[in-house]
Structure formats: C-alpha cells, structure tokens
C-alpha cells in the first residue's frame, strides 16, 4: 500500500481499540466502515492535521521538533495520494484512521501525537466544513457558467415572441429572451443562497473534542486562522452535534434541481412535434430501440428524474437528525453519503443542462405561430379601455365578450370587424388594431422586469454583470 513500509497491525487497529481485549467481527467491522464514502475528504483531513499539528506545536503540547516530523510526514502523503503512489487502504474504518495510521507507519511514535486534544468528533465535522469549502465555490462556478450561456442566448432573441402560459394555457406574449432571464433569475438565487450557507459553514469546530473541549491549552482561534475560518464555533456540545451546515447545503442543492428540473419540464414540451419550439443537438439526445424515428429528449428528463435524488438526500439528512441527543452519535456518520450524493447529483446536472441547452436551436417561427391563437392579447384590449377611462373590471368584461364573439366565429380578436368593436363600448376607435397586434403587446409592457425590449435588455445587462463580478 505504501512505499515508505507497511502499516503495523498495532498501527492499523481501530482509533478506540484500547478499552477492547477482542477485536470487532468482521461483519461488525465491514457495517460500520465509513472509508468508501469519506475518501474524497483525504487532503481536507490532511489540511486539518497540519494545522493542528501547528498549533499543538505553539501551545507547546508537542515539541517543535515532532511538530516538524508530524507536518514533512502528512505532506508527503498528500503527494503521495495526489501522486497514485499511495492507495486507500479500504480495511481502515475511516479516511481519519488511515491516514493516523500510514503516518505513524512513516514517522514513528510522533504520528501518534497527532490526535492529541481532538476527537474524531470535531475532526469529522471539520473536515466536511474544509470540503463544502472546497465544492461550494465549484458549484457556483458552474451556475455561472449556465447563467452566461442563458443571457447569451437570450441576447440574440429579444425580439423572437413566443405564448407566454399560465395553467399550461395560452395567457399572454413575451419573447423567447424574457423567457431565458427568467430561468437565469433562478439560478441566480441559487448563487445567493450558496453564498449565505458559506458564511455559517466557515466556522471551526476543531477544538471541541468529543463534546467538552480539552483541558489542554488548545488555541483554537490560531488553528482556524491557519485552516482560512473565519471564527470558531461557540459551543463545543453543540459544535460536535450540529449537521445544520448539511442540512442547509442539502436544502440549498434541493431547490436548485427543482430549478433545473422545471426547466428541464419545459424543453422536454417544447422538443415536443405539438411545439417544436426546441431543436436539441443530437449529441445531447438519443434514440429508441425499436422506433427508428425517434430523437428523445433523455438527458434533460434524466435531470427532471434525478430531482428524487436529491430531495430524498435532504430527506435522508432531516430524518436522520430528527431524534438525536446531544451530542454525538453514531447515526451522524450516515451524513456523508446524503450530502456527497446530493454534491455530486447537482454538479453534474448543471453540467450537463449547460451544455445540452447551448448547443440547442431555436424554431422562431413556430414560436411567432403559436402566438396567434389563444387570443393571448385579450388583456391589451382591457387596457386599451382603462387608458380611455373605463373602469379595469368593466374593460375585463368587454374584452372578455369579444373574445365569446371571436370563439363563435372562429377568428382572432384582430380579425374582428370594427363595427363588432364598437358594438360592446363606444370607446373604441380605429387604432384598436394596431394597439392589440402582438408585437405592440410585448413592447407596451415596459414596467421593471417585463418584456418590452428596452426591459429585457435591461436584466440581460444586469445578468452580464452578475456573471462578470462572479466569474472567477
């Protein structure tokens, strides 16, 4: 396994072996291992050891001398891991038993200082505090990049009308550009809300110990100085028994694959025959087994299909909490693999939506087309009224009646004759026509965040500067 000597099996025994005259079972030892889930969290439980090493060696717990041993033995692990020549040992109850063990291996007696004034309590809840910092930055890189793609698409369409809906039925228009900042408005949110839950996850917890500190002369400000924390955490009980920073990510990750799976509702109706608003590139699609004809929109249904994942993490987490005492238990350790899944799940939609939805084409026509039935400009023919004076819940009645009329007689309320117009209130003049065309319909709506031109340029220009004060 390693290439400076083997583990000894005293080396490799189990963190809390001492009390036992017996070993564990084996089936007892293989339930409870935790290294096939933790392993990603290596170089952020070295990071802590350093550090602690550090401060033991300041608050002169250890000699500097062992603080140097200790420090040259954990890097050249982590060269060694980073590097392939070292390998997980799958045996090791955990990533921390592992890498206490190997370094004891390579530097003698000095490695098994490197516990002392910690537990596997506050080590755990650190090293996941260490990887969320790690990944959160990640994820928010990604949903930058999904949001540049979004305005840049949106960009070359603010002048492409399609059917706005509500209840799936035709209301009123926008364009294809208003259309795409609304989904880029959700991702943004997403970003925020990452940002907030960093601020409670940088916090240290190392220093707590199993639940009541230490009677040593810990500096536990100096060691999450040196790890990049901002502050420690105030209670060491709650320190150890908190997973709220797990919770928070989980609950963050859950609303953002709802985003991408309500996005993903609508490209799968849009690549539909009936709308074909959405031509998706065939390397972001596949094909049936047995209908040769078929172009399927798979991956963005697999990202619409994964949101149970994700919600069943958070879930798992919640339930996982809901009765547990103070401080630590053993039913924490299940954390991990909610949260990790939950990480990945999401990374790897966002990825993966941003490229399926940018290499997309867009059927402009369809979309104009759609917009002439549904008499989606039923409203501006109200409003038309309430800038002569009529009072809106009147207008609503006398548009609501043309539009009877117009079913009856099977034609679009442009289509109208005048007289018809004039027929329901003596307020309409000619210029009833030009005021209800469609594109009149979109570029009248200019209050902040509407779909007018001027306004959607506006969110486009905002969203630039989103994505350039975020785009590290």
């Given at each position: ?5 083997t ?11 001492g ?6 079972d ?11 889930v933790?392993?990603r ?6 990071k802590?050891s ?5 401060m ?17 033995g954990?890097k ?26 190997t ?6 007696e000095?490695?098994?200082k ?10 755990i ?22 949001i540049?793609?979004?305005e840049?698409?949106?960009?070359n369409?603010t ?28 991702f943004?949110?997403d ?19 199993a ?35 797990c919770?928070e990510i ?11 799976s ?5 490209i ?21 087994s ?7 929109p ?9 949101t ?15 009765g ?14 909610s ?5 990945d ?10 490229q399926?939805?940018c ?21 501006d ?14 207008a609503?009645?006398?548009s609501?009646k ?8 099977n034609?679009?309320?442009e289509?109208?004759p ?7 209130s003596e307020l309409?003049?000619?210029?009833i026509?030009?005021?209800i ?9 200019k209050?902040d ?5 001027s ?5 486009l220009?905002a969203?630039k500067?989103?994505?350039?004060q975020?785009?590290k």
């Amino acid at each position: 396994m390693s290439t400076h000597g083997t583990i000894t099996k005293d080396n490799h025994a189990a963190l809390w072996h001492g009390r036992f005259e017996e070993g564990p079972d084996a089936q007892a030892v293989a339930f409870e291992t935790s290294i096939y889930v933790d392993e990603r969290m290596a170089q952020d439980d070295i990071k802590g050891s350093i550090a602690h090493a550090k401060m033991l060696g300041k608050a002169k717990i250890i000699s500097k001398e062992e603080e140097q041993k200790i420090t040259e033995g954990l890097k050249s692990i982590q060269d060694d891991l980073l590097s392939g020549k070292l390998l997980i040992d799958y045996s090791a109850e955990d990533i921390h038993s592992f890498i206490e063990a190997t370094l004891t291996d390579r530097i003698g007696e000095a490695g098994k200082k490197v516990h002392t004034g910690r537990s596997r309590n506050d080590q755990i809840a650190l090293d996941e505090r260490l990887y969320l910092k790690r990944f959160i930055p990640q994820l928010q890189d990604s949903l930058v990049t999904l949001i540049s793609g979004l305005e840049k698409i949106a960009e070359n369409h603010t002048d492409t009308i399609i059917p706005g809906f509500t209840h799936m039925q035709h209301a009123q228009p926008v364009t294809l550009a208003h259309h795409l900042c609304a989904w880029a408005w959700m991702f943004t949110r997403d970003f925020d809300r990452l940002n907030d839950c960093l601020k409670r996850i940088d916090i240290s917890p190392i220093g707590s110990c199993a639940l009541a500190g230490s009677g040593l002369p810990l500096d536990r400000k100096y060691e999450a100085k040196e790890l990049g924390f901002s502050s420690v955490t105030q209670n060491s009980l709650d320190s150890v028994s908190d997973r709220d920073y797990c919770l928070e990510i989980a609950s963050d990750l859950s609303i953002t694959q709802m985003h991408l799976s309500r996005v993903c509702e609508e490209i799968v109706l849009w690549a539909t025959q009936e709308f074909s608003f959405i031509d998706l590139s065939e390397k972001w699609s596949t094909g049936s087994s047995i209908m040769p004809q078929k172009k399927n929109p798979d991956f963005a249904e697999l990202i619409r299909g994964r949101t149970g994942k994700v919600y069943g993490d958070l879930i798992a987490l919640l339930t996982m909490m809901k009765g547990l005492p103070l401080a630590y238990d053993r039913d924490m350790q299940e954390d991990k693999e909610s949260l990790f899944d939950a990480c990945d799940t999401v990374l790897s939609c966002i990825k993966v939506f941003t490229q399926m939805i940018c290499s997309a084409k867009w059927n402009t026509e369809k979309m104009k087309e759609q917009c002439r039935g549904g008499y989606l400009n039923a409203t501006d023919v109200a409003d038309y009224l309430v800038c002569k004076g009529l009072p809106f819940r009147t207008a609503h009645g006398v548009s609501a009646k043309l539009v009877r009329i117009a079913i009856e007689n099977n034609c679009e309320l442009e289509k109208l004759p005048f007289s018809t117009f004039k027929d329901c209130s003596e307020l309409f003049e000619e210029d009833i026509y030009s005021y209800i065309t469609i594109e009149n319909s979109v570029n009248s709506r200019k209050t902040d965040g509407g779909p007018a031109a001027s306004k959607v340029k506006e969110q486009l220009d905002a969203l630039k500067q989103f994505v350039k004060q975020n785009n590290k």
